[in-house]
């Protein structure tokens, strides 16, 4: 049982490029979720999904687009790559957006802009 | 607005001492609080959660939690820490008065366990 996949697990990029982290879950899981994890501001809620076809902003949002064309699959994509995007990016999933549910993590991906 | 602390940005005990990461919560609503923990390079594991009920709650390899209503804490506790516990531990919480989505992640609590 793998749960969640991220891909890639690192990654350097320059700056002004577009760039897109896969997740992807084997749970049947409705909702998904990216956050970012910066030293000293633990995790922030990028954008979020609640069901296949749906999406929604979370904190920060700037930068950032996500699409969820099916069940499993929760791409992040950063159109134009700027350096404070340099971060450890997070992709989760919950078994639907009710707030008892506790959520599953990816092991991460680690992004730096240069 | 919904919010967390964990007051401490480390926490340091001796193998075998109990253990205590403090955790406190603003609501509107009712809270829906949970522990994560964070081992080195990877993403975060649930330990344990309050929905409602006993204000003890016990979870994954020996933690436990009390939700106190009166002081908005839930502050994680082990009874006789191990040095594999060292790790970082996040406090989290939703809000159940908004109606929304989100949860709110604690910056994080460095817990050394020494032998």
């Known amino acids: 049982i793998a749960g969640i996949t991220q891909a890639p697990t690192s990654q350097i990029l320059a700056a002004g490029r577009r760039m897109t982290l896969r997740c992807t879950q084997d749970m049947r899981h409705n909702a998904m979720y990216w956050y970012r994890q910066d030293l000293g501001l633990g995790l922030r809620l990028i954008h979020y999904?609640?069901?296949?076809?749906?999406?929604g902003k979370g904190e920060v949002p700037d930068g950032y687009s996500v699409s969820r064309a099916n069940t499993d699959d929760f791409p992040l994509t950063l159109a134009s790559a700027v350096p404070s995007q340099t971060s450890v990016y997070f992709c989760?999933?919950?078994?639907?957006?009710?707030?008892?549910?506790?959520?599953?993590f990816g092991p991460g991906t680690r992004l730096t802009v240069l | 607005a919904q919010s967390v602390a964990q007051p401490e940005d480390q926490v340091n005990v001796a193998e075998g001492n109990p253990l205590t990461v403090k955790c406190t919560y603003s609501?509107?609503?009712?809270?829906?609080l949970f522990w994560y923990v964070q081992y080195p390079n990877r993403g975060l594991q649930f330990l344990l959660k309050?929905?409602?009920?006993?204000?003890l709650v016990k979870g994954s390899y020996g933690f436990e939690a009390e939700f106190n209503k009166s002081q908005t804490s839930f502050h994680l506790k082990k009874p006789s820490a191990l040095v594999s516990d060292s790790a970082l531990y996040f406090c989290?919480?939703?809000?159940?008065?908004?109606?929304?989505?989100?949860?709110?992640f604690g910056a994080g609590t460095r817990l050394f366990v020494k032998a």
């Open positions: 999904s609640n069901t296949a076809g749906t999406t």
């Open positions: 989290a919480v939703r809000d159940g008065g908004t109606g929304g989505f989100k949860t709110i």
């Open positions: 609501v509107s609503g009712n809270p829906y």
């Open positions: 989760a999933s919950s078994p639907d957006r009710g707030f008892y549910n506790e959520q599953f």
């Open positions: 309050y929905i409602t009920g006993d204000n």
